[in-house]
């Protein structure tokens, strides 16, 4: 059983900046393929980012290219989630989710395909 703890949600002015960290435990391997989705109220879920933990393969959603950054900290287990330029419409839960024993090549942005997630953390962008 992993367990995904996010953090790093916060209320900000837009225009700043976020980073969001998301750390897996109970997990021994080492491929996996961590992603980051938001949901805003009333919205579908959608996929933000996600990195693949052994090649650091990088994924994005068009929307947040240039603006998010996704990496991660093997030793630490952690995956980060830089924010900047943030707008009010990236306001959302923002939730962290693994997908064992994989890359995130062909799944990365496939919400079903991922086998454990975070509790989510908050953003709260305002103009």
């Known amino acids: 059983q992993v367990q995904l703890v996010e953090s790093g949600g916060d209320s900000v002015q837009a225009g700043g900046s976020l980073t969001l960290s998301c750390t897996a435990s109970q997990y021994t391997g080492d491929r996996m393929c961590m992603g980051w989705f938001r949901q805003a109220p009333g919205k579908k879920r959608e996929a933000v980012a996600a990195?693949?933990?052994?090649?650091?393969?990088?994924y994005y959603a068009d929307s947040m290219k240039g603006r998010f950054t996704v990496f991660q900290d093997n030793a630490k287990k952690t995956v980060y989630l830089q924010m900047n330029s943030l707008k009010p419409e990236d306001t959302a839960m923002y939730y962290c989710a693994a997908a064992i024993g994989r890359g995130c090549i062909g799944i990365w942005n496939l919400d079903n395909r991922f086998d454990y997630w975070g509790q989510g953390t908050q953003v709260t962008v305002s103009s």
């Open positions: 990195v693949s933990s052994a090649t650091s393969t990088t």
